[in-house]
Structures are given as structure tokens and as C-alpha cells.
T-cell receptor
């Protein structure tokens, strides 16, 4: 099983701050990387994917990929209480995704 | 929008029972997946299928089997349920390997007593 590690959390940030989530992976050949958000009691929903080194921005979310360091991160700017959830990092291998255990984020109003 | 549905949201079964969990997607996706999710362990892949009647073992296939007789439907079977199979079961699908983003169903919380 391919390893995907996330910072354990939980992460508590004040409203309006930046939440920073980190993920490392073991297989240097991985090409596709995903961030999912999962609210309590709900299924994961895809929020971003990134294939190339560098940054990818989508609204308040920025994904950063560094393949040399085998590292992918997610920044949430201007955090809102609605961002309180567990964030899952996933890495594609062949047909499959390997998921990290998730980081729980709580945004304090 | 992609729609992935699962047959039950909550299910309670007894040890030794045969359990069927069904997943249906309506977007003509090629690949379908079954995961279980447990606290602290994240999502673990049980089985996946990349075509009708094709199946591949994931990371934790023991105690499970699957069936894919039609493209839109992927069933997970617990041949003889055990208490350690109490978990949240999530089905997902993707259009194909070139479009790898997975879309999840709502999940089935299975309790085996």
C-alpha cells in the first residue's frame, strides 16, 4: 500500500486566518494529487486537484505541489466557519487513489 | 452532476449474515470503487472495477467480494459478516483513468452485532 501522510491535527484557526494543510507521499512516480473535504457524517467531496509542480488557485483554496520533495499542501485563505471539516489528501496510483488519514480543521468564529 | 447512490444509509446485521451493499452511478463511468472508512485510518480501498465483470483487489479485500454485471452497478458482498466489518462503506466512481477525479456516494454505515 502506498503511503500518504498528513499532519495529524486537529487544526484550529480563527475566522479570517489562513489554514495550512500538509501531505507527503511515498511513491515518486505519482502524477495526480487531490484534496477532498469531508463534513461530519457526509461523504468526501473533491475540492481541488493538481498535476504539475507549483501552485494552483481556486477561489480561497490554493494547492501547492513539489514533486522533488514529494509534498503537496492546501492553503485555505480567509477561513470561514463553513470550512470546518476534515480534509483528505489523495494520491493516484494506476487506477487507484491512496488516501491520507485526514486533518480536521476547526474555524473559530 | 455526477450522481452516485448507495442502497442504504444505515444497516444493522448479525454476525454470520450475508450482506449486500449496492452502488449505482448514472454518468456512464468506467471505474468504480469500494472503500471503508474507520476513525484514524482514513479511507481504505477494498475492491475496484475498471470494466463490466472486471474486478481487482484493493488493499483490504479479505472477507469481501464484489460483483459488476452492469456498468452502472457495483455491489459489495460480505459473505459472512463479522463485528470487525462494522464501518462506514463508501462507493466512488470515475469517468476513466484519464479523468481520475473520484465522486463518492453518501455512504452506508454498517453495524454488525
Amino acid at each position: 500500500q502506498k503511503e500518504v501522510e498528513q499532519n495529524s491535527g486537529p487544526l484550529s484557526v480563527p475566522e479570517g486566518a489562513i489554514a495550512s494543510l500538509n501531505c507527503t507521499y511515498s511513491d515518486r512516480g505519482s502524477q495526480s494529487f487531490f484534496w477532498y473535504r469531508q463534513y461530519s457524517g457526509k461523504s468526501p467531496e473533491l475540492i481541488m486537484f493538481i498535476y504539475s509542480n507549483g501552485d494552483k488557485e481556486d477561489g480561497r483554496f490554493t494547492a501547492q505541489l513539489n514533486k522533488a520533495s514529494q509534498y503537496v499542501s492546501l492553503l485555505i485563505r480567509d477561513s470561514q466557519p463553513s470550512d470546518s471539516a476534515t480534509y483528505l489528501c489523495a494520491v493516484k496510483y494506476d487506477y487507484k487513489l491512496s488516501f491520507g488519514a485526514g486533518t480536521t480543521v476547526t474555524v473559530r468564529a | 452532476d455526477v450522481k452516485v447512490t448507495q442502497s442504504s444509509r444505515y444497516l444493522v446485521k448479525r454476525t454470520g449474515e450475508k450482506v449486500f451493499l449496492e452502488c449505482v452511478q448514472d454518468m456512464d463511468h468506467e471505474n468504480m470503487f469500494w472503500y471503508r472508512q474507520d476513525p484514524g485510518l482514513g479511507l481504505r480501498l477494498i475492491y475496484f472495477s475498471y470494466d463490466v465483470k472486471m474486478k481487482e483487489k484493493g488493499d483490504i479485500p479479505e472477507g469481501y467480494s464484489v460483483s459488476r454485471e452492469k456498468k452502472e452497478r457495483f455491489s459489495l458482498i460480505l459473505e459472512s459478516a463479522s463485528t470487525n466489518q462494522t464501518s462506514m462503506y463508501l462507493c466512488a466512481s470515475t469517468l476513466g483513468s484519464r479523468v481520475p477525479e473520484q465522486y463518492f456516494g453518501p455512504g452506508t454505515r454498517l453495524t454488525v452485532t
